[in-house]
């Protein structure tokens, strides 16, 4: 009897375990351009707030959709996926912004040294912060 009755629970679990499993590996993704703004910030300010306490900005960031804006400092092309550098006040550290396929057609638009606002995911930080499938705004 007990034997039926361990055997019983560990199928169930194990039915619970693979329809969690399932449905977290078909969780649509998010679309940036359609979602609402979690944080407005600068890139100053995000590019602060990681470099002097990082485990508060990730608690407050990460997986987030940040519109941030800034000054551009490089544009690059890699993979043919854009990416947009924004300047901040460190030497050491910058707000990389990689591109959605969408936003990367219309980087061509944009110059070193303008502002511009972009719409991303912070997915983290090491030396720069990192944003992810971006879209412009302006």
């Given amino acids: 009897m007990t034997k039926k009755r361990i055997t019983l629970v560990i199928l169930i679990l194990g039915i619970i375990g693979a329809f969690v499993a399932y ?10 351009a359609d979602s609402k703004s979690d ?6 300010k995000i ?7 990082e485990n508060l900005a990730n608690s407050n960031y990460l997986e987030k959709i940040i519109e941030v804006s800034g000054e551009i400092s490089e544009l690059t092309l890699e993979n043919k996926k854009g990416i947009i550098t924004l300047k ?13 396929d969408n936003s990367t057609q219309k ?6 040294g303008k502002p511009v606002r972009l719409k991303g ?4 930080y090491l030396m720069d912060v ?8 302006n």
């Fill in 23 to 32: 449905k977290m590996y078909n969780k649509p993704h998010v679309d940036v």
């Fill in 130 to 137: 990192i944003l992810v499938k971006c879209e412009i705004i």
């Fill in 121 to 124: 995911i912070c997915t983290g």
């Fill in 107 to 112: 980087m061509n638009t944009l110059k070193v």
């Fill in 39 to 44: 944080i407005v910030i600068s890139a100053d």
């Fill in 47 to 53: 590019q602060s707030d990681f470099s002097t306490n």
């Fill in 88 to 100: 901040t006040n460190d030497d050491f550290g910058s707000v990389l912004c990689h591109l959605s």
